[in-house]
Structure formats: structure tokens, C-alpha cells
């Protein structure tokens, strides 16, 4: 069935360091790729996302690549901070428009 | 205004018994999701639900049930509770052709 792979599990960075968090699916026909963070004990929230017909994406310290040939995408932080601690999940929508998750992957940022 | 919310947002309770759980969204979606986090964060869908169809993920026992009076809301309804139910229970919604998903604040079950 379809699937998304999202690794590290856990990444460890210095504060100011950049963090790329990678993930793979295996739908063909996927065509939206979103990212979600999720800050202990709260809601997960949207905070980028990127579709097929693009191959990167930025927003201020955030940025998204895709690679479709491949079936990649990363999401990318640079300048990390305190506040970016908190767990990410990709996701990857199908054809039947249902979100694929990854596993999530557990940023700590260390001072 | 709370764009997805759900209650309650802390739920304990014994083993055996029955409990409901609200979500309701004001964004105009055309879809709401019921999804189950446990300790390991993984997110898991449980039911997908649009007013043309419901969508469950077999792996969810039949205990649990989505009950949708009208567009706005889905409610979830857990029969004879299980230790292995406790988990955070995350309403969320989004419309299908943009889709984003906005989730609810969590409801954390508890069941001794």
C-alpha cells in the first residue's frame, strides 16, 4: 500500500545549526506534500507545505524541496531555535486525496 | 473563534465503559477526520468522513463508531473501553481539493 518514510527519527542540533528532516513516498500520484509541527502536549499545526508542480518552497527560516523523480521531499531549518523544538510529521496526499503520514522525527535543539 | 475544537479535552474512565467524544468545525471543510496518537506520537487515521462517504481504516476495532449529525460535526463514540484505548484522539478537517489539514486540540482518554 502507499507509504511515507520520514527519517531521522530523532535529530539532535546546535542552536543556530540548520536541521533537514527527509521523507519518501510511494505514491506516483501524489500531489501535495505538507509538513506539521507538533510542540509537547499541543495540536499538530501546518506550517508548510508544498505541491507537485513546484520543487522548493520558503518561508522565512523554513524551506520545503521536492524531488518528484525520486519520490523526495525535505523540509529544512536554518538558524534553529529554541522554539523549533518539537516533533514534525511530512505527509504526502494520495490519489484518493486521504493524507499519508510519515513517523514523525523529534527535533531537539540544544543551547 | 476555535476553527476545529473538540471536547472534552480530558477524559478518564474505567475499563468497560461507554464514552463519547465532540468535534466540531467552523472552516467550511468538507471533510473530518477522526486520527489516534498514542505514546509513540505516531499519527494514526481511524475514520475519514465526507457527505459522501465514510472511510475506516480496518485496522480499528468496532467498538469505535463516528456519528455525524450534519457537516459541521463528527463525534466519535468508543463502546466497552480498553486499557490500550488510552491516547490523545485528534479531530481535524480539511476541504478536498486544497488539502490542508486544521486539527482540534486533542482529547486525552485515560482509561483505568
Known amino acids: 500500500g502507499e507509504n511515507v518514510e520520514q527519517h531521522p527519527s530523532t535529530l539532535s542540533v546546535q542552536e543556530g545549526d540548520s536541521a533537514v528532516i527527509k521523507c519518501t513516498y510511494s505514491?506516483?500520484?501524489?500531489?501535495?506534500f505538507p509538513w506539521y509541527k507538533q510542540e509537547l502536549g499541543k495540536r499538530p499545526q501546518l506550517i508548510i507545505d508544498?505541491?507537485?508542480n513546484v520543487g522548493e518552497k520558503k518561508d522565512q527560516r523554513i524551506a520545503v524541496t521536492l524531488n518528484k523523480t525520486a519520490k523526495h521531499f525535505s523540509l529544512h531549518i536554518t538558524e534553529t531555535q529554541p522554539e523549533d523544538s518539537a516533533v514534525y510529521f511530512c505527509?504526502?496526499?494520495?490519489?484518493?486525496?486521504?493524507?499519508?503520514w510519515g513517523a514523525g522525527t523529534k527535533l531537539i535543539i540544544k543551547p | 473563534d476555535t476553527a476545529v475544537s473538540q471536547t472534552p479535552k480530558y477524559l478518564v474512565t474505567q475499563m468497560g465503559n461507554d464514552k463519547s467524544i465532540k468535534c466540531e468545525q467552523n472552516?467550511?471543510?468538507?471533510?473530518m477526520y477522526w486520527y489516534k496518537q498514542d505514546s509513540k506520537k505516531f499519527l494514526k487515521i481511524m475514520f475519514s468522513?465526507?457527505?459522501?462517504?465514510?472511510?475506516i481504516n480496518e485496522t480499528v476495532p468496532n467498538r469505535f463508531s463516528p456519528k455525524s449529525p450534519d457537516k459541521a460535526h463528527l463525534n466519535l463514540h468508543i463502546n466497552s473501553l480498553e486499557l490500550g484505548d488510552s491516547a490523545v484522539y485528534f479531530c481535524?478537517?480539511?476541504?478536498?481539493?486544497?488539502?490542508?489539514?486544521?486539527f482540534g486540540s486533542g482529547t486525552r482518554l485515560t482509561v483505568v
Open positions: 508544498i505541491r507537485s
Open positions: 468522513y465526507n457527505n459522501k462517504e465514510l472511510i
Open positions: 505514491d506516483s500520484a501524489s500531489n501535495y
Open positions: 472552516l467550511g471543510h468538507d471533510t
Open positions: 505527509a504526502a496526499r494520495g490519489s484518493n486525496y486521504q493524507l499519508i
Open positions: 481535524a478537517s480539511s476541504q478536498e481539493a486544497t488539502g490542508g489539514y486544521t
